[in-house]
């Protein structure tokens, strides 16, 4: 806790560190009333650092240091300083061992950073700076050395002890102890040190590397729990032979674990041969885990293990990096998920994230580059743009250089830079070196914030046949940075003929139809293109920046004629859908503060009658296409966005669609209700979300063949798909009496489970009919809330003010104070959560002035809070501009 200004740390100071880190020896004493830690360093001065008589200087937190020895010797008070974040001995020779001793207190901990306790069991997290909270250290990640941990507790309420690499050796102490030792032959940097000790089963299984090597694969959970691993354990088998496949990448060590723990700021972490999971991202069972559910744990089960290569091997020079092992993680992960699912499905969604929540965090105050160039507190910077766009960046060299390319450069990435810790500049240099191609311009995407904004116009001239497209580009300000440069973009375009045949890309003289490609990736490097089609004697509708090539924004004149076209006509699934987004937001747009009783698109409404009774198409795309925009969506395209407007706005259209398509909602409700065993194929996924949409819709306009269906499913359901989704519609229709009975009945069954009560808290916290101000408030009196838990916080807090929009945007400012109170009250015990859950009031610039006043003074009452914590500090500051 700080009164002062932070410091704020800048990439450009960069120097490296004046010493070395070999080996570190560790012994654990866990306590239940604290934790001695026992360290031992093999230092050396590190030989690329000028400063050859520079002081050690070790980073710590919190701790109560006990003992200091250098090459064997204790020193005295004098011989060494404390200042409160560091350990600074001065005079120290070339080489040496230095012993340190601190006693920290776990069960004390609640910002669940470094070493605590989460239900009876010790845990760590040590990304990104968590280590120095466990022991003084040269916390930073280009200072890799193998460590040797050994773990001594008590042998009944701590019988499992787990660290990184292998378990070498075990025994018996006294007084009912016991110990493990476990050596991690690997070099790593302090943040992926783990350490787990509690009373826990495991479930096993195995398998057989490519080159024919057996690994023991372990997941660890509290007994209850013992079920639901079995997803979890498929998903990890998936992902082992997916890396192989795609990217030569093996495992390498004997043992792989992962533990799950109901108390983690984080989703998952992916500490070296011990991932530590937040239960909700690994626990799974028909009963009690959603569709999405499942498909979000594969996906992140699959994250923390490509890390083993992308992030534990080849690791970060500095936390400027992140996206280094961030941005290429998520983009393996993401192209797993298309691989084993839908892979437009899959697009679809990870635009939907990047235009719904990057985009409107690049286009705020907090707006970084995916390399960033300063941070405060670099917890902060776990965000969007790291994760999402800097996905998108590798995801763009991707198509740029092709998949063969591609691979021969993560090839070279890996080979030259095993073991090393490096930076963004390094990855993009390994896929220039191997592709021969020059990357210089396209580094602007790690250096530049901002989206860039794409308008397109065209024109045809039918005499000649020829089709002009011309592309401008234009990147916003953004704080610290203006007078942007064109940017390296790959913008994937094709042309549709009248009768909706693909017509060829004939861009000069010299090539004839035949052999002219029906899709091309325009490369665009200039502020202006203008390109040109011949052979073309009618108009054709463009179909522009297929597959989401680049995470921009395309301004268009698109007619209504033209989407309802595309809609039906795309031969690409991810444009087809993004026509029918356009459409609808445009009918959206055209109703926000017009009268009542104005008229609704027809084309709209038969456009999603068409959809409804098409069986011939990808039913997982369908169900996708029938899903309005969202709120967020909507009050992102807006500029100063009327909350309140938007949101009545969109409840027209949808009641407008819902009553229309009565008799479709029903046909295609009943269609998909197939009878026989629950199956996580995506067929099966998307019958189930198609009619869950459905009955949602029926229960929009408070249907009674729709309430019926909704009640007989909610008590009939097999799962929790079809569980939830039917409670879900009671919950959002005006059936109140149905309502409070699903959720009694649904809290009652799944009481014990706090995964499920999860569930159950945020589909009350985002309903703009159960989730007003006061019901929200009641919500965290319930017995089953817990402020020391990040998964309740968010699943009623997070979820109140990030997508019960309507309520959280109430004009009298009651959500503004409501979400200031509790971020205030967080700061104290959980700075980081406290950091996330602001991000809402940040955006107080961009909506009308009624509501940004009233946002901006729930900003100023965290600002003047005593005691601001450094995370909270930089955002809160950041977002006032002070
Ligand atoms: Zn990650």
Redesign the pocket.
Known sequence: MRTTQPKTIRLSEYTVPAHLVDTVDLRFELFDDGARVHSTLSVRHNPDSAETAAPLTLDGDSLKLERVALNGKDLAAGEYEETGEQLIIAGVPDRFELTVVTWIEPQNNTRLEGLYKSSGMFCTQCEAEGFRCITYFPDRPDVMARYRTRIEADKASCPVLLSNGNAVERGDLENGRHFVTWEDPFPKPSYLFGLVAGDLVEQRDSFTTGSGRDIDLRIYVEPRNAEKCDHALASLKRAMRWDEENYGREYDLDIFMIVAVDDFNMG?M?NKGLNIFNSSCVLASQDTATDLAFERIESIVA??YF?NWS?NRVTCRDWFQLSL??GF??FRDSTFSADMGSPTVKRIEDATLLRTAQFAEDAGPMAHPVRPAAYMEISNFYTLTI?EKGAEVVRMIHTLLGPELFRKGSDLYFERHDGQAVTTDDFVKAMEDASGRDLSQYRLWYEQAGTPQLTVSDSHDSEQGVYRLTIEQTIPDTPGQTDKKPQHIPFALGLLGANGEALPLIQDGSSDAESAPLEQVLELTEARHTFEFHGLPGRPVPSLLRHFSAPVRVIYPWSRDQLVFLMSHDPDGFNRWDAGQRLAVDVIQSLVGASEGTEIEPRLVEAYRALLGDSTLDQALVAKMLQLPSEAYLIELADSPDVAAIHHAREQVLQHLATSLREELIACYHRNSVAGNYELTPESIARRSLRNTALSWLLVINDETGRDLAVQQFQEADNMTDRMGALRALVNSDYAAERSKALEEFYAHFQDDPQVVEQWFSVQASSDRAGQLPQVNALLEHPAFDWKNPNKIRSVVGVFAGQNLAAFHNPDGSGYAFLADKVCRLDDSNPQIAARLVTPLTRWKKFAPAYGSLMRESLEQIRDKSGLSADLYEVVHKSLGS
């Open positions: 998952a992916e994250h923390e890390h992030g092992k961030e993680t998520v994760y």
